[in-house]
Nanobody
Framework: QVQLVESGGGLVQAGGSLRLSCAASGRTFTNYAMGWFRQAPGKEREFVAAISWSGGRTNYATSVKGRFTISRVNAKNTVYLQMNNLKPEDTAVYYC?????????????????WGQGTQVTVSS
């Protein structure tokens, strides 16, 4: 059974940093793209970042570009999201997801498996 477990969320002041992790189990995700999405209270889930199977290609939402960095360590079946210069508007539940393709984009329909999410709260 495929399982994605996010960790690293928490409460941080504006301007601070957090690093989220997503550990995958149940199958090897070395050949698959992975992504991060988020959902703020009262809003729809939105794309944050994605990384290709090898880590050689990344893409980001405009709102986080230059502040967030997605990376992966295939040997650990883990993807990370380094979040710097956090803003109150970054407050949301963050989800990782896997797309059973080499490359993925910003559409939720591209992703096949999802984690349960981790809460990130940024205070002003």
């Amino acid at each position: 059974q495929v399982q994605l477990v996010e960790s690293g969320g928490g409460l941080v002041q504006a301007g601070g940093s957090l690093r989220l992790s997503c550990a995958a189990s149940g199958r090897t995700f070395t050949n698959y793209a992975m992504g991060w999405f988020r959902q703020a209270p009262g809003k729809e889930r939105e794309f944050v970042a994605a990384i290709s199977w090898s880590g050689g290609r990344t893409n980001y939402a405009t709102s986080v570009k230059g502040r967030f960095t997605i990376s992966r360590v295939n040997a650990k079946n883990t993807v990370y999201l380094q979040m710097n210069n956090l803003k109150p508007e970054d407050t949301a539940v963050y989800y990782c997801a896997v797309a059973l393709t080499h490359y993925s984009g910003s559409y939720q329909s591209e992703y096949d498996y999802w984690g349960q999410g981790t809460q990130v709260t940024v205070s002003s």
